[in-house]
């Protein structure tokens, strides 16, 4: 197995940040296996989508119907609505695990690994990349 982290910057608002490239620039030349990536962080997820076309602000804003950022939530500490983000990974997991073939990333034509972040307070996120071979 190999495994690395690479550090993401997700800014001061909600935000999709595409990491398909550094996904495919982890596994280049590894041939066939699996590609798991972890966030460990317990405000952020991960989603497959299309991004680039509105998906990803269609997606952020379902998740503001879905989670309101407002005074609902029992977690209160940090900026108003906080407490949404510790929800989000119930519904948007911190992993996911991708087929790698010949050392690319076997995702449909349309599909991205993107990182979901809803919390500003925390603009620097890790991910975990582990490729196990085939």
Do not use: K
């Not at 001061?12 to 620039?25: L, S």
């Not at 990536?37 to 503001?64: C, W, Y």
């Not at 995702?107 to 919390?119: A, E, I, P, R, Y």
């Amino acid at each position: 197995m190999r495994s690395d982290v690479i550090t993401v910057q997700t800014g001061p608002r909600a935000t999709v940040r595409d990491i398909t490239a550094e996904a495919q620039g982890f596994v280049s030349g590894q041939g066939d296996g699996l590609l798991h990536v972890f966030v460990p962080h317990a405000t952020a997820g991960l989603a497959i989508i299309e991004t680039g076309s509105g998906s990803d602000d269609d997606l952020l804003n379902a998740l503001g119907d879905l989670l309101p950022a407002d005074d609902r939530w029992r977690h209160r500490h940090g900026s108003p609505g906080h407490g949404r983000d510790h929800v989000l990974p119930a519904f948007l997991p911190p992993y996911a695990t991708l087929p790698v073939l010949a050392g690319r990333l076997a995702l449909g034509t349309w599909q991205s690994l993107c990182l979901v972040d809803t919390n500003g307070d925390n603009v620097t996120r890790q991910v975990r990349l582990s490729f196990l071979p085939g």
